[in-house]
């Protein structure tokens, strides 16, 4: 069985402050997503990571990729209050003509203003 | 811009008593799939659905669970007998294609209450 850790679990930070939520995990993945999910909405793609120390920019924030495919981090500069939200890392395997993700459990972002 | 949409946003049933989760993916998606995320667990995987049959379904998706695509637009999930621990929030899902790095569009879910 396939996990993902993701710390922290919850996080409140100040509106400015820079912070990084990690992605962990044993198994080696063909791709990494991070999503975002707001209460009673499902998950939204912000990015997919394939290659293995990819980095990737959105705006203010930063997705990295693992050298070994296995990890992942989300680094946000100069948070605002509307990046509240659960981040969600998910491991994505290719399987026969579809992929399955395997999500992690999130982590709970609030910026305070 | 297209989106995923689920009906009901919220049921209730009885223990016992079959329900049917209703999803419409985007039109030019070939691959669906179902999750669902148990309050203050994971988003899990359950099945993916491409060609009107199942490619992959997880050890969740046991027999009371099935999948169909009963006409070109409409994608649905029966739970046969419903039981207590069926109670989640169950999110529907689409994709083009159906290599990992073709994105996936989540509905807002359908809140199953099993009572």
């Known amino acids: 069985t396939q996990l993902l850790e993701q710390s922290p679990q919850f996080l409140s930070i100040q509106e400015g402050e820079n912070l990084t939520v990690y992605c962990n995990s044993s198994?080696?993945?063909?791709?990494l997503q991070w999503y975002r999910q707001e209460p009673g909405e499902g998950p939204v793609l912000l990015v997919t990571?394939?290659?293995?120390?990819e980095v990737k920019k959105l705006k203010r924030l930063t997705f990295q990729f693992g050298d070994a495919r296995k990890d992942s981090s989300l680094h946000i500069t100069a948070a605002q209050p509307g990046d509240t939200g659960l981040y969600l890392c998910?491991?994505?395997?290719?399987?026969?003509?579809?992929?399955?993700?395997?999500f992690g459990k999130g982590t709970k972002l609030s910026v305070i203003p | 811009e297209p989106e995923v949409t689920q009906t009901p946003s919220h049921q209730v049933t009885q223990m016992g008593q079959e329900v049917i989760l209703r999803c419409v993916p985007i039109?030019?998606?070939?691959?669906f799939y179902w999750y669902r995320q148990i309050l203050g667990q994971k988003v899990e995987f359950l099945v993916s659905?491409?060609?009107?049959?199942?490619?992959?379904k997880s050890e969740i998706f046991d027999d009371q669970f099935s999948v169909e695509r009963p006409d070109g637009s409409n994608f649905t999930l029966k739970i046969r007998s419903t039981k207590l621990e069926d109670s989640a929030m169950y999110f529907c899902?689409?994709?083009?294609?159906?290599?990992?790095?073709?994105?996936?569009?989540f509905g807002n879910g359908t809140r199953l209450t099993v009572t």
């Open positions: 998910a491991g994505a395997d290719s399987g026969a003509g579809s992929y399955q993700l395997t």
């Open positions: 659905f491409y060609n009107n049959e199942i490619s992959e």
């Open positions: 990571v394939v290659t293995g120390g």
């Open positions: 899902a689409s994709s083009v294609r159906g290599d990992h790095n073709s994105p996936l569009h």
């Open positions: 198994s080696v993945f063909s791709s």
């Open positions: 039109s030019n998606h070939l691959y």
